[in-house]
């Protein structure tokens, strides 16, 4: 017995909450991991920088150079975090064993088996990415190109991906998300906007011609305001996005940094969840602008947590977490992300939902502000840490340690 859960158990009861319904609740919820945070968005299929707008920076040692160094460093992160999790790959971490290269239009499935055999020993479902950046052939436009040689291209990596996608959903037996996100923009006004959104529509409906199992692959499309050097234009703008999904019957995915800077994607969720019958998220956290820095336990992402879980339609919504932070250790960045979002997902199972929306219907808002904030300080802590013991992974602050031994022993090997 653990008195202090014991303790927080009777706290919650009080408000109308099963601690040991929301454990069970908060556990079954995946989170999809990002493999990019372990090699700074690199992957294995080329030499040279990250393009496309999104940057890495920092250069703290010991980042995986190789597929078995990333799966190690994943593996680590995942006896730290508990729950359910996804792996989430990206099409430039193909695997090629033997040094057989295939471009990105040539993808097969077999060039992500090591990554099939790595889901399965872990029990994870894969979700995917088309890879549309760090490619002489990203110049950077891609899907939206006028070059019909270039665009043509870029569909036909989006219809393999799409193959590969199916290929992890029959494998894995998870369905698999698969999210397109284009880097395609200008960095000043340009002349003709409607023309590259055209071809973009074009080429997306070209890519989504070829059959695939709508029932086991969830294509999602990523929108963006803006990028570095994309800083007056995208072609996949929000609009863009949400239009194009809708019609498609597609899922629009929004990620929290892809929005003017006092826009909330906390506010877009139920809005969204009237007009499509699933979305997506990226999860990461802004910093003035889409600096893709660590998640933290801050108000927006425990209001994003709290919209998933008070809309009553988790089970629609797909949860990935997208940063990439090269400044500090980089299984800590996951972890510290993992963790802080499964601790905003269990915030909001704490919260008596229907009763504070039974006082905004009676417009008793006095009492409803009066209680959202006394609830921030209810023994959530108490609850974490007897889930974190359920499910086995380190409860407290122990973590850390942890981390920087494999810091010691592994990491600082690769030099
Ligand atoms: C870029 C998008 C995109 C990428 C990943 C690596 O702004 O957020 O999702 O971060 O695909
Ligand atoms: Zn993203």
């Not at 002489?136 to 870029?154: G, Q, V």
Request: hydrophobic share 40%.
């Amino acid at each position: 017995m653990n008195a202090i859960y014991e303790f927080a158990k009777e706290r919650y009861a009080q408000i109308g909450i099963d601690t040991e319904a929301v454990m069970k609740s908060l556990s079954e919820i995946p989170i999809s991991i990002h493999c990019w945070q372990g090699d700074d968005v690199v992957g294995f299929d080329h030499e040279g920088a990250l393009t496309g707008g999104i940057q890495t920076t920092g250069n703290y040692p010991g980042k995986a150079r190789t597929p078995s160094e990333l799966m190690a460093d994943m593996e680590k992160v995942l006896t730290l975090v508990g729950g359910a999790h996804k792996l989430n790959l990206h099409a430039c971490y193909a695997i090629f064993e033997d040094g057989n290269y295939a471009d990105r239009d040539a993808l097969e499935p077999k060039h992500f088996a090591p990554w099939v055999a790595f889901a399965k020993k872990h029990g994870l479902g894969i979700d995917f990415n088309p890879t549309f950046f760090s490619h002489p052939k990203a110049d950077p436009f891609t899907l939206s190109s006028n070059d019909e040689e270039i665009r043509a291209f870029w569909v036909r990596h989006g219809q393999c991906c799409l193959r590969i996608a199916e290929y992890f959903a029959q494998e894995t037996g998870a369905p698999c998300v698969i999210n397109f996100w284009i880097p395609d923009g200008y960095k000043d006004t340009p002349a003709d906007r409607i023309g590259p959104r055209a071809r973009f529509r074009q080429s997306m409906d070209e890519i989504l011609s070829v059959p695939y199992d709508r029932s086991k692959v969830y294509v999602t499309l990523e929108s963006k305001v803006f990028g570095i050097g994309m800083e007056s234009y995208t072609v996949g703008s929000g609009e863009f996005c949400m239009s194009y999904a809708i019609e498609k019957g597609i899922t629009p995915l929004m990620d929290t940094g892809h929005y003017h800077p006092t826009e909330v994607v906390s506010d877009k969720i139920s809005a969204m969840l009237l007009f499509a019958p699933k979305i997506a998220l990226h999860v990461s956290r802004p910093v003035r602008w889409d600096s893709d820095h660590v998640v933290r336990y801050d108000d927006e992402t425990r209001e994003i947590a709290k919209e998933i879980i008070a809309s009553g339609r988790v089970e629609d919504i797909a949860i990935a977490l997208d940063f990439f932070d090269a400044s500090i250790n980089r299984i800590a960045a996951w972890t510290i992300g993992i963790r802080n979002f499964r601790k905003a997902l269990l915030a909001a199972l704490l919260t008596p939902h229907d009763a504070l929306k039974a006082l905004q219907n009676s417009g008793r808002m006095t009492e409803l502000l009066a209680l959202q904030e006394e609830y921030k300080t209810y023994p959530m802590g108490a609850v974490w840490e007897e889930y974190c013991k359920r499910e086995g992974v380190p409860a407290d602050a122990s973590w850390i340690e942890d981390v920087l031994n494999y810091e010691k022993t592994v990491l600082s090997a690769r030099a």
